[in-house]
């Protein structure tokens, strides 16, 4: 039990309370400058928590978010220009508009990826900034009046308020079950699908919230400057400073679009006081020095001394100790999975051609074949990843051949990768929960994940980054991801390649208790035959994506097909 738990804590409680005390008591130091600029302190704050959400933890990297704070600029300007709304009521629908923004761009633009995703946002930024540059109803270019506002406790107390729901935001992102299902798109989005992470919906949310911040604080600076024109609502070097502001603090942390915004704000206006026009030259060297000095920024630094660590995600309250789950109900009568008649044609190219077959249950099905045979991507059909140009893939009785990975992987199908594809800086308990949550209530999530931790003989190292394994436990680390879906029909590609003889017993040993785990029928892809052959019920043999020949072990690896397309000689 982490007994030390709560004095470590009190340095970041009582950060956190002095933090608080000076938010409340600035109006106290008067109503002018220094207000002004813990306004404008905390109105980047929220930016740079808002940019984070999205860049920072699903690791999709915007250079365009300054859209949402001029959308929510000019929601909030033409609302209190033509209508009677009062000032707050128009800022909190400047965010309902900026998330309903979010949710529309959101499945569009999070359809790319890497640096096409960030040129995407920053063109939907300069699309944006040309379109209120010439609509009139918006004052085109000259941009629109507010009434005057002249209420600045008011508004910073406001700006507090948002920075402290953008503070709590995040900290709901570092520490619950939808956090971690965030950071796994940042690590590897196709390996979340196959743990059940409904990968675009958990974006989109993403999107929408970090869309709704900067809106509102768009609403918030309109309202304050009395004034909104396009080239300070869509400013491109906002966005450029709320990333400066972030890498340096420590990117998807929970404490360094905090630290980093505060710093190098307090920095950057003594700097700008000497040398005027220089704050993004400032702001160029951080980002250089930071990122190449230390990567995590002041928040990693803080990590190596222990400080300011994100703690494990539902960590175990206890000696690491579950139950077996309650055995779930019995797979329906017939076969567990079914191909019919599957063929995928990439550009060019044929990979699978007319496939049949049929997994019953209790089989262990091996699938050997050359490389380029077509079984990577027999796995990949039979678990979404790739759409079939023909047939169908029934799974327990029902036809799956349309329906997303995530779905098909929490309704029992499973699959590891020929190289593991852990979730590297998230621990080896968060690798398995983030399998084990979906579709259980927490407390028997927890438990599960426990279960298979120690029935794996992984329990000791459950608070480890997966990256910190050796590499026949990263392999057991996936085979206890893949167990903690509570799978059914388990299907396992090239598990045992690379693998000494030592570490392949291992691998066996565990594909042999796979029953044990409630698991129905099992697919092996294995080019190391000697390893499987007396693990496999059946084999089938694919050739050019065709199967050519399949029935007992012994009598496929007779068959002089066999050995004349794959094997070179008989075993
Ligand atoms: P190995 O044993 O080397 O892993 P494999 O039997 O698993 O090979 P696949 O990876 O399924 O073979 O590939 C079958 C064929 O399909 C290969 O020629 C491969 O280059 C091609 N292929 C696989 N995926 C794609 C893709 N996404 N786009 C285009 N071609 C692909």
Not at 100 to 124: D, T, V
Not at 185 to 213: C, H, Q, W, Y
Request: aromatic content about 8%; hydrophobic content about 50%; overall charge neutral.
């Amino acid at each position: 039990m982490d007994t030390k738990a709560p004095a470590r804590r009190l340095p970041a409680l009582l950060g956190g309370a002095v933090i608080l005390a000076l938010m409340a008591a600035m109006p106290l130091l008067g109503t002018g400058y220094i207000l002004q600029l813990a306004t404008d302190t905390l109105t980047a704050i929220v930016l740079a928590y808002g940019w984070n959400l999205i860049s920072g933890f699903t690791g999709y990297l915007s250079f365009g978010q300054v859209s949402f704070y001029g959308i929510g600029a000019y929601t909030t300007a033409l609302l209190v220009i033509h209508t009677a709304v009062p000032w707050y009521l128009a800022v909190l629908v400047s965010g309902v508009v900026g998330a309903l923004a979010g949710l529309i761009l959101g499945p569009i633009m999070l359809r790319l990826r890497g640096i096409l995703f960030a040129l995407g946002m920053l063109g939907l930024a300069r699309i944006l900034s040309v379109v209120f540059n010439i609509w009139g109803f918006a004052g085109a270019s000259l941009g629109l009046s507010l009434p005057s506002a002249l209420m600045p406790v008011p508004i910073y107390y406001a700006t507090c308020l948002l920075a402290l729901a953008a503070f709590g935001i995040t900290a709901f992102f570092t520490h619950s079950g939808f956090g971690l299902d965030a950071m796994s798109l940042n690590e590897d989005e196709e390996a979340a699908a196959a743990l059940g992470v409904p990968a675009t919906r958990v974006k989109v949310i993403a999107f929408m919230l970090s869309a709704a911040l900067p809106a509102i604080a768009g609403g918030l600076v309109a309202w304050n400057r009395s004034y909104m024109d396009p080239s300070s609502a869509f400013n491109p070097s906002l966005d450029l400073q709320v990333v400066v502001f972030v890498l340096f603090g420590g990117i998807g942390t929970l404490w360094g679009p905090f630290l980093g915004t505060l710093i190098l704000m307090l920095a950057g206006e003594q700097f700008g006081v000497s040398f005027p026009n220089l704050q993004l030259a400032l702001y160029g060297v951080v980002v250089v020095a930071t990122v190449l000095a230390f990567p995590g920024g002041l928040n990693g630094i803080a990590n190596r001394f222990g400080w300011l660590r994100r703690p494990v995600v539902r960590a175990p309250r206890g000696e690491i100790r579950g139950a077996p789950p309650p055995a779930g109900a019995a797979p329906p009568p017939g076969a567990l999975l079914e191909l019919r008649d599957i063929t995928v044609r990439f550009t060019g190219l044929t990979a699978l051609s007319g496939v049949s077959l049929t997994l019953s249950p209790g089989e262990t099905l091996c699938v050997i074949g050359a490389n380029g045979a077509g079984k990577t991507t027999l796995f990949n059909t039979i678990t979404g990843f790739v759409t079939p140009t023909a047939g169908q893939v029934v799974y327990l009785g029902q036809t799956i051949t349309a329906l997303p990975t995530f779905r098909r992987a929490r309704q029992g199908l499973a699959r590891s990768f020929q190289i593991p594809r852990l979730m590297p800086s998230l621990t080896v308990w968060e690798n398995v929960l983030l399998a084990s949550r979906h579709g259980r209530q927490a407390d028997r999530a927890e438990a599960h994940t426990a279960w298979v931790l120690e029935a794996l003989g992984l329990a000791p190292m459950w608070s480890l980054p997966a990256s910190r394994l050796s590499p026949g436990h990263q392999r057991q680390l996936e085979f206890a991801r893949v167990l903690g879906l509570q799978p059914t029909v388990v299907l396992l590609d090239e598990v045992m390649a690379g693998m000494t003889a030592e570490e392949r017993e291992t691998v066996r040993a565990v594909v042999r208790r796979l029953p044990e785990f409630g698991v129905a029928g099992t697919i092996l892809v294995e080019h190391v035959i000697a390893a499987v052959v007396d693990l496999c019920d059946r084999m089938v043999v694919l050739d050019f994506g065709r199967i050519i020949a399949e029935g007992p072990p012994r009598e496929v690896l007779a068959n002089p097909d066999v050995v004349k397309a794959y094997l070179g000689e008989a075993l």
